[in-house]
């Protein structure tokens, strides 16, 4: 069964200060997904990025970037010179690859307070 | 673009009540799912659907009915609520690729007394 783990669940960081947030995964399959979720405090489910297994480049987006490593089943996600609207509830999650009945697993989330 | 639309976004139960919590999408996805959230517990799968006259348990079903009838339409149903169903919950829908990423609603607030 696939599982994901966030085991930070508050972080709180002075604006400017960079941040990562950690997500381990785990799944038997070969082909797979993976996808950061924000949840500000209005409560919406906002999707970030997705990576496929099978491609390992790192990805930046202005302030974020993320970090997959499959060798240690990671897939962090990094703040550069955060802001107060960066302060949200973050969310991993992993897909197998089952088509159509392919289901998402979300991490128990992180919450990033970003002091001003 | 209405995307994903629930209603209510806020309802107060009693227990033994029952209800049903509306999502529509106007996306023609194939794809659609209900998940609640809990604090500290992420977000759990209830019930999906890969498609109209299809559904499927997900990772916490019980107590908790659904069906699809249309593309559209995939309401969640309460047939006897409980307090241990006070939660938040969402529905979202994707085409049917695995790697496309869901389109959540904007939640339904649910508290049974």
């Known amino acids: 069964a696939q599982k994901v783990t966030q085991a930070q669940t508050e972080i709180s960081v002075v604006e400017k200060e960079d941040v990562t947030l950690d997500c381990v995964y785990e799944?038997?399959?070969?082909?797979?997904?993976l996808f950061w979720y924000k949840q500000p405090p209005s409560g919406e489910l906002v999707f970030l990025i997705r990576r496929n297994s099978f491609d390992e480049q790192n990805e930046i987006s202005g302030r974020y970037s993320w970090n997959f490593q499959k060798s240690t089943s990671s897939f962090n996600f990094t703040i550069t010179a955060s802001q107060v609207v960066d302060s949200a509830v973050y969310f991993c999650a992993l897909s197998e690859s089952r088509g159509a009945n392919s289901k998402l697993t979300f991490g128990k989330g992180i919450t990033l307070s970003v002091r001003p | 673009n209405a995307g994903v639309t629930q209603t209510p976004k806020f309802q107060v139960l009693k227990t033994g009540q029952s209800m049903t919590l509306q999502c529509a999408q106007d996306m023609n996805h194939e794809y659609m799912s209900w998940y609640r959230q809990d604090p500290g517990m992420g977000l759990r799968l209830i019930h999906y659907s890969v498609g109209a006259g299809i559904t499927d348990q997900g990772e916490v079903p019980n107590g908790y009915n659904v069906s699809r009838s249309t593309t559209e339409d995939f309401p969640l149903r309460l047939l006897s609520a409980a307090p241990s169903q006070t939660s938040v919950y969402f529905c979202?829908?994707?085409?049917?690729?695995?790697?496309?990423?869901?389109?959540f609603g904007n939640g339904t607030r649910l508290t049974v007394t």
């Open positions: 799944t038997r399959d070969t082909t797979y997904y």
């Open positions: 979202a829908s994707r085409p049917g690729q695995a790697n496309s990423p869901l389109h």
